[in-house]
């Protein structure tokens, strides 16, 4: 299938739908925004290895700030840094390093958004990548993931569902989780009205600043 540019999906919104479909629609269907102390963060741990960058070693190179895409699943995006394993100057192995704040989670969001990394690095380079890392700013240690068939099954039906969410143009309804504390969107959300029983108009009348109180 072919992809326009309008409908190509960027790589670090497999993270955002993972975390919360909600959060994904607000970002990159509103294109709505707002900064708290965890987000900061973040911007700061990737500062260094989004200069782009090439680091030549001994049979290796190390690219930073490299950029993606794949035509096969209409995906673009960048790599914080992309590590390439050489055998006579020719790259035999290749696997990304995503840097992220905090320290690995129980859940798949950051391995998501790895995986596909790893499926446009395969089809750009046509190397296999088996393996990839993440890098986690509060452990400052590498976490190995292994990009096997369940997590390439999974990151492929999250593109799914986030292109029928795309060409449907519908933001995901809100739904309540542990995970709101922790989000920068959730003034804009509206999940706390939902929670709290508010109506819709006062939910509305929020954003023109003209908040009824409800009878």
């Known amino acids: 299938m072919a992809f ?10 497999l993270q955002h ?13 509103e294109q709505q925004w707002a900064e708290n102390q965890l987000t900061v963060e973040g911007r700061l741990l990737h500062r260094r290895a989004d200069e ?14 490299f950029r993606l895409s794949s035509s096969h699943f209409g995906l673009t995006g960048i790599a914080d840094v992309v590590e390439f394993d050489l055998e ?6 290749v696997a990304p390093v995503e840097y992220k704040r905090g320290q690995s989670k ?21 190397l296999t990548v088996e393996s990839a890392y993440l890098f986690y700013g509060k452990t400052r240690r590498r976490e190995t993931v292994e990009i096997g068939a369940e997590l390439r099954e999974r990151t492929i039906q ?25 989000c920068s969107l ?14 819709l108009k006062d ?12 009878p």
């Open 203 to 214: 939910y509305i009348a929020l954003f023109f600043g003209e908040l009824h109180e409800t």
């Open 88 to 93: 006579e100057g020719r790259p035999v192995k």
């Open 158 to 182: 999250t593109i799914s569902e986030i292109r029928g969410f795309m060409e449907k143009g519908k933001t995901p309804a809100p739904r309540s989780g542990r995970y709101c504390r922790s």
């Open 186 to 199: 959730i003034e804009i959300c509206g999940v706390r009205f939902l929670e709290s029983g508010n109506k």
């Open 4 to 13: 326009s540019e309008d409908d190509y999906i960027h790589i670090a919104a």
């Open 106 to 126: 129980a859940d798949d969001c950051d391995r998501l958004q790895l995986c596909a990394q790893c499926l446009c690095l395969e089809e750009m380079t046509g």
């Open 17 to 29: 739908y993972a975390f919360c479909p909600r959060q994904w629609g607000l970002i990159h269907l």
């Open 52 to 65: 782009p960058d090439i680091e030549v070693r001994k049979d290796a190179e190390v690219h930073r700030a």
